[in-house]
């Protein structure tokens, strides 16, 4: 019996080399070759693909990182941590615009709002409306450079170009 199976398992071969070599002689190589080729291209391409998307994916994400956390650093609301004032300052920073209040006995006695920029250092308010003690400022920018430190917002410039600010914000949580 384990004499038929030799037999049996040479046939098979012999038949298996048979089609291989039909196969050479039609088409120029063997379809193992052409299939281990194939398998190759395949692998390559797919091995390529994958590094151009992880490249895309890397630089995103750092382009991503970067813009964002300028901005995101500055949303929120901040309370004026710096001031000598009767009564208490908060801001509200959201993408794109602002406006902070002057309270007095919850009371408000001062306020102004309108949109910003900031480029990860300056900071520029374009004061667009507010109560009437601040209506001179309507149409003016405050530019200040923007120093983080913690939870604090260090501000250094000029409202309108004239009035000088210099501010501690601190993040209200």
């Given at each position: ?88 300052m908060l801001k509200t920073i959201t993408k794109g615009h602002f406006v902070w209040t002057h ?58 170009g004239i009035v000088p600010l210099n501010e501690v914000w601190e993040r209200v949580e």
């Amino acid at each position: 019996m384990l004499h038929n199976s030799r037999n049996l398992s040479g046939a098979v071969a012999n038949q298996s080399g048979a089609m291989e070599a039909e196969t050479i002689l039609k088409h120029g190589r063997s379809s193992k070759s052409q299939m281990s080729r194939g398998n190759k291209k395949r692998g390559i391409g797919i091995t390529i693909a994958c590094v151009a998307i992880l490249f895309c994916v890397s630089f995103t994400f750092k382009f991503h990182e970067s813009s964002v956390s300028n901005t995101d650093q500055i949303i929120g609301m901040w309370k004026m941590v710096s001031t000598d004032m009767e009564g208490e300052m908060l801001k509200t920073i959201t993408k794109g615009h602002f406006v902070w209040t002057h309270t007095v006995n919850n009371v408000i006695v001062r306020s102004a709002g309108g949109t910003y920029t900031f480029d990860g250092e300056t900071y520029i308010e374009n004061i667009k409306y507010g109560t009437q003690s601040m209506s001179n400022f309507f149409g003016q920018k405050a530019v200040v450079k923007i120093r983080f430190e913690g939870k604090k917002i260090h501000y250094n410039g000029l409202l309108a170009g004239i009035v000088p600010l210099n501010e501690v914000w601190e993040r209200v949580e």
